[in-house]
């Protein structure tokens, strides 16, 4: 069975102490590689190369820089199959899901960072008749980059490429759930001329190697993408450190439909903000609020949709829903559906595992779940499930929907469906969120902000603000 390795100094690597992890296949529910269960020596080898690295790489010119990060995009493309492929067989989503958002969006991401940093300017202010002060923004050093196991490449890139753009070295380390697209980067970044150190990419669980990342004092800032508490551990441990920390948590994001809105679009794009990718995206909305005039109506023809939804292993074209990525989340997933009933909600469909044909027998298969009947601040409506699972709530008026939508911990994104200019505007302005969509539903634009407010994260990836968090500022005054 194959052996995953680190990427270290340019250079594929076995973990120095020789210990392995299971690498599982959610769609079978077997073991189907080993990866390097590394730790904090493994951290110091990277360290060590990204220390030397760092002043090639810093002082490079930024079109050098830029041409290589544009070659590593253009490296993934040129793989796509490669990468979509592992990216399903690693996680569980769909082929077709991979092959049209995860794989291509991180491709975008390494090719808008290569050519965004060639515009990427300082501000001066001048100070009449007394002098000028301009501000110089340098790269960090070392940094370290956690992802998680929902979007792998894509959310990996999405801090990686910023950080190398903006000139500094990386350690870093994907979800030991799903290593195998980040373990093939390290291919992509030898054949796109990255000079030896760059990027260094270690596996492993995140309470070993991930720890020593967020300890080790040469790494200055962390950037994280992955569940609150594991985010309230880093920020514990970093900050009094003094590391730069950008980390974007959990959410429970409301999907508000208005009884004027667009009904065939909403219920067709409610239908992915509740279940695409098993309903593992931060930013899905998992509590439906309906206005109640057409609570009825809403409720009836989506379920009918939710039913109608293939769930089938992700190699299957038909497949709209593959399998969660492993085993106790998917039982973390069930044992909500059965808070959801202790707490009064009525399943209305869904709810159990799906047990699918050979070879496909052992895997984590869960049916689109929807229930009803719930008070809006009981555990279900409150918890992050990150599974295929959405409540639905009837709700009367503006106020009364926007206590509930703002009443958990998170405030990551928010759902507006609604053909009043006026009060998309009035609700949007006081949800509780980092992104509000009206009308739509994860449409990125990668120049704007990217976070969430109160229990979802501190700071923002995403266009200038991903730039500015990789890079120092500094302030130099003049004097006329
Ligand atoms: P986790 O917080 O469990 O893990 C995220 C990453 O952190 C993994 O690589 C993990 O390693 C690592 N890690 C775990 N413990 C530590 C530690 N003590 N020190 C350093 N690193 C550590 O999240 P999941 O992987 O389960 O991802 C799901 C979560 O991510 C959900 O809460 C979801 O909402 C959130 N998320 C947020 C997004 C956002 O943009 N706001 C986007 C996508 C997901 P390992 O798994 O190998 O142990």
């Known amino acids: ?150 979007l792998p490449l894509y959310l990996f890139s999405w801090k990686i490429a910023p950080a190398l753009a903006a000139g500094n070295c990386i350690v870093a380390k994907p979800s030991e759930v799903t290593p195998y697209t980040a373990y093939l980067l390290g291919k992509v970044a030898q054949e796109a001329g990255m000079p030896p150190g760059v990027l260094n990419i270690l596996h492993g669980e995140g309470g070993s190697v991930g720890d020593a990342i967020v300890k080790h004092p040469k790494v200055k800032a962390i950037s994280f993408t992955g569940g609150t508490k594991t985010g309230e551990y880093i920020a514990r441990t970093a900050a009094p450190m003094f590391k730069k ?81 492993s085993k106790p989340h998917m039982e973390k997933v069930l044992s909500y559906v059965e808070l959801a009933k202790e707490e009064g909600g009525t399943v209305l469909t869904g709810g159990v595992q799906v047990k699918l044909d050979e070879p496909y027998d052992e895997g984590y298969y869960i049916r689109p779940t929807v229930i009803e009947g719930l008070a809006y601040d009981c555990r279900s409506n409150q918890e992050e499930i990150f599974g295929p699972v959405v409540t639905i709530t009837p709700f009367d008026t503006e106020e009364e929907v926007l206590m509930m939508a703002n009443s958990t911990e998170y405030g990551l994104s928010s759902t507006l469906w609604t053909s009043d200019l006026k009060r998309a505007h009035r609700m949007a302005d006081q949800l509780q969120a980092g992104i509000v969509w009206i009308n739509a539903w994860l449409v990125r634009d990668l120049r704007t902000p990217f976070g969430g407010v109160k229990a979802s994260g501190v700071g923002r990836e995403g266009g200038w603000e991903a730039l500015r968090f990789f890079t120092e500022p500094k302030n130099v005054f003049i004097k006329y």
């Open 1 to 150: 069975m194959e052996k995953l390795q680190n990427f270290i100094n340019g250079e594929y690597c076995d973990p120095i102490q020789g210990q392995y992890i299971d690498n599982y296949e959610p769609a079978t529910g077997k073991v189907y590689s080993f990866i390097p269960n590394s730790g904090t020596e493994d951290v110091q080898k990277a360290v060590d190369a990204a220390e030397k690295a760092f002043p090639i790489w810093s002082k490079m010119s930024i079109e050098e820089r830029s041409k290589i990060l544009v070659k590593l995009s253009e490296g993934i493309e040129a793989r796509m199959d490669e990468f979509v492929q592992a990216e399903s067989r690693d996680n569980g989503k769909p082929v077709s899901l991979a092959g049209h958002v995860d794989i291509p969006r991180a491709v975008s991401n390494f090719h808008f960072f290569a050519t965004a940093i060639l515009h990427f300017a300082s501000e001066s202010h001048n100070m009449e008749g007394l002098g000028i002060n301009y501000t110089v923004r340098k790269p960090i050093g070392i940094v370290g980059c956690i992802s998680p196991w929902n």
């Open 245 to 325: 920390l950008s980390l974007e948590l959990g959410g429970k994001n409301p999907n508000i439909i208005f009884a004027d809105c667009d009904f065939k679009e909403m219920l067709s794009t409610t239908l992915r903000s509740s279940f695409a990718n098993q309903g593992q995206i931060c930013l899905c909305g998992s509590r439906i609020f309906v206005e109640r005039s057409i609570y009825n109506k809403f409720k009836e023809e989506f379920v009918k949709r939710v039913e109608a939804t293939v769930v089938s292993n992700p190699q299957d074209p038909a497949a709209k829903m593959g399998a969660v990525v």
